[in-house]
């Protein structure tokens, strides 16, 4: 996740910044979004819906992308902005290749979830809502991902897994980096 | 406009559907402190400092955004409201880092005179001491965060009189801070006019003039009700 507390902002925003992606790619995702946009009729009221798309196209939201966003929602930069740092769902930065997503709702907490990303979070050597070094893995939590009868859940690469140790979930993230 | 009559702290009030608690209050020469709440600007009822206790219904309610009902019974100052109060601005110090000694706003602050008004003279609430940054890019401006009770004055002041949106609250809970643009440095925020609006709109030393040492800021708030006159009533009264 995002800078927490107000930490020193970027030293400055880049407008055009050498993108990991290669342009057509990066074209190819613009598309995307301009037909999100327009399907929406550029109404400003379609920000979490445009910001949706294009964290799906582009993995996450990086400055350049937000500002698009803005001019063609004609939105103010600091709405923008604070929209997608609001939802947990929403990256601004590179997530890594594959990603963890462990469940502190209720149910899973209660199971212990907590002691399970604290011991994720010490073998990974990076806090939730951050990516490993590498770029391998991105640690992140969620708020009841819908499957309680499986408490502690967490979901790897999009696969929910269910009643879990923290030694499984060790065991399942080593699974996903071995496999590549 | 139909006009309703309730009693506040066990005064007949009359005030015109549509009015807010507090102005009544106020208008009946009753004070309900407040800290996010500005004339002129949309109630963001963010503080609680304003809650009153309304006959009938279980829950304190803010005065700021509530509006005056026939045969109201509202008590505005019960010790258990102060208590609350109390506790609200302890709270407020504990959250952010609040060094009145070293401040611009020092003796000219409504934080600080909110504590003094309640009698609270230290905070029974551990310290967050959180790490907080202050910008000073702005060529004439600076925002110390370490001194910002998220009151959103500023959000508001700069969205509605100047209209430029320059700040918006970024992150959630904890994390919450009052961002300009993209999270770019202030001075590099184009929408910025430079009017210092949200300087004046700053309830403590949060946002200020650079070159005010300590306890020298000022607030220019009669230029905002001058411009939010000018702008509704178009009264220019200055
Ligand atoms: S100086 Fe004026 S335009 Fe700039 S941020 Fe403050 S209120 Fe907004
Ligand atoms: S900077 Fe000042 S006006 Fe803005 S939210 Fe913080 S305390 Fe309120
Ligand atoms: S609390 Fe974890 S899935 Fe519901
Ligand atoms: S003044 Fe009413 S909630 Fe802040």
């Known amino acids: 996740m995002p800078a927490l507390s107000p930490q020193a902002p970027p030293d400055r925003l880049t407008q055009h910044p050498s993108s990991p992606q290669d342009s057509a790619t990066c074209d190819r995702h613009y598309k995307t979004l301009d037909t999100t946009l327009k399907r929406n009729h550029y109404q400003p009221d379609a920000l979490i819906e445009v910001l949706h798309k294009a964290q799906e196209s582009f993995g996450y939201l990086e400055d350049e992308v937000l500002l698009y966003i803005a001019r063609q929602l004609k939105q103010p930069l600091s709405r923008v ?84 140790t923290a030694e499984d979930a060790l065991a399942r993230l080593q699974a996903l980096t071995i496999n590549d | 406009m139909s006009v309703k009559t309730l009693k506040i702290d066990g005064k007949d009030v009359a005030a015109e559907e549509g009015t807010m608690l507090l102005q009544a209050a106020q208008d009946a020469g009753i004070q309900i402190p407040t800290l996010c709440f500005l004339a002129g600007l949309t109630p963001a009822a963010a503080c609680r400092m304003c809650l ?66 309640l009698g609270m003279d230290h905070s029974r609430f551990p310290y967050r001491f959180p790490d907080r940054h202050v910008d000073i890019s702005h060529d004439q401006f600076g925002i110390d965060h370490n001194r910002c009770v998220l009151c959103t004055r500023c959000v508001r002041v700069c969205d509605e009189i100047e209209g430029a949106h320059v700040w918006d609250v970024a992150q959630r809970g904890e994390h919450c801070f009052i961002v300009s643009g993209l999270h770019q440095p202030w001075g590099e925020v184009d929408a910025c006019t430079s009017c210092g609006k949200c300087v004046d709109a700053c309830p403590t030393g949060a946002i200020f003039r650079k070159g005010s040492t300590i306890g020298e800021k000022e607030r220019d708030r009669a230029k905002l009700e001058f411009l939010v006159t000018a702008r509704e009533k178009h009264q220019w009264t200055r």
Do not use: W
């Open chain 1, 81 to 164: 902005y604070g929209v997608a740092s609001f939802y947990h769902l929403f990256s601004l930065k590179p997530s890594g290749i594959h990603n963890c997503v462990v469940c502190l709702g209720t149910a899973c907490y209660v199971k212990g979830a907590r002691q399970i990303l604290d011991r994720l979070e010490l073998e990974l050597a990076i806090k939730v809502g951050e990516t490993t070094s590498d770029g391998q893995i991105s640690l992140l939590s969620a708020r009841c991902l819908g499957a309680c009868g499986l408490a502690p859940a967490a979901v790897f690469d999009g696969e929910v897994g269910g009643k879990l």
């Open chain 2, 52 to 117: 009153v206790e309304v006959e009938g219904s279980h829950k304190l309610l803010p005065a700021c955004v509530t509006e005056v009902a026939e045969g109201m019974v509202v008590q505005t100052h019960t010790p258990k409201l102060q208590g609350f109060r109390r506790m609200n601005v302890e709270l407020l110090f504990a959250e952010g880092n609040h060094v009145c000694a070293v401040c611009v706003a020092n003796g000219n602050c409504e934080l600080q005179d909110l504590a003094i008004a």
